[in-house]
Nanobody
Framework: QVQLVESGGGLVQTGGSRRLSCAAS????????VGWFRRAPGKDRECVAA????????YYADFAKGRFTISKNDAENTVYLLMDSLNAEDTADYYC????????????????????WGQGTQVAVSS
């Protein structure tokens, strides 16, 4: 069993930055990748970014490229999502999730590739 706890959500102004954290505990040795997803009001949940547990591979959705940075602290088993240049379209509930399949750019985009999910943290971007 893997437990994931997100933190860092809140209210941020347009153009501002926010860093989300995802702390993993439990059977972390089964994790092959961690992804950040988000669900905006009235929309489906979508993958934002993902990182392999080895920290070698990273994936970004097109909308995240150049604005968001995913990173992992190996010593703390924590994955971060630094979000810059935020706008109203980034308002959403953000979730981290851990997957056990082999890391591929295809796998990490799919919700079904993930076995464990955090409870989510809300980010609201105000104009």
């Amino acid at each position: 069993q893997v437990q994931l706890v997100e933190s860092g959500g809140g209210l941020v102004q347009t153009g501002g930055s926010r860093r989300l954290s995802c702390a993993a505990s439990g059977r972390t040795f089964v994790i092959n990748f961690v992804g950040w997803f988000r669900r905006a009001p009235g929309k489906d949940r979508e993958c934002v970014a993902a990182v392999s547990w080895s920290n070698r591979d990273k994936y970004y959705a097109d909308f995240a490229k150049g604005r968001f940075t995913i990173s992992k602290n190996d010593a703390e088993n924590t994955v971060y999502l630094l979000m810059d240049s935020l706008n109203a379209e980034d308002t959403a509930d953000y979730y981290c999730a851990a997957g056990t399949p082999v890391y591929t750019a295809y796998n990490v985009r799919l919700e079904t590739s993930y076995d464990s999910w955090g409870q989510g943290t809300q980010v609201a971007v105000s104009s």
